[in-house]
């Protein structure tokens, strides 16, 4: 599986987000979509395949999960994951909501 640290996320990235919807709105990175763990698998087609897929959660479980699924149950290559979370991406003073 791809990883890259926080700092390595493009600004125009396509990056979802793992997390509950509440912690979600707690904080978040700039840009990201909110595409609950709980809801993965039956909202994966609205990713689009075509592009890089940064996955992120709070610190890097949930969206090493989601990486996997796309990889081996979707067959794509191109999914990313983002080392750390939230937990990092806050802490690397990143844009954020």
Request: net charge negative; charged share 30%; with cysteine.
């Amino acid at each position: 599986m791809k990883s890259v640290q926080v700092t390595e996320v493009p600004r125009d990235a396509q990056l979802i987000d793992v997390r509950e919807p509440e912690e979600y709105a707690e904080v978040h990175a700039e840009g990201a979509v909110n595409m609950p763990l709980s809801e993965f698998v039956e909202r994966a087609g609205e990713i689009d395949p075509d592009r890089d897929i940064y996955v992120i959660c709070r610190s890097g479980g949930r969206s090493a999960q989601a990486c996997e699924y796309l990889e081996k149950a979707r067959g794509w290559d191109n999914a990313i994951n983002v080392e750390g979370g939230t937990l990092a991406w806050v802490d690397a003073d990143l844009p954020r909501r």
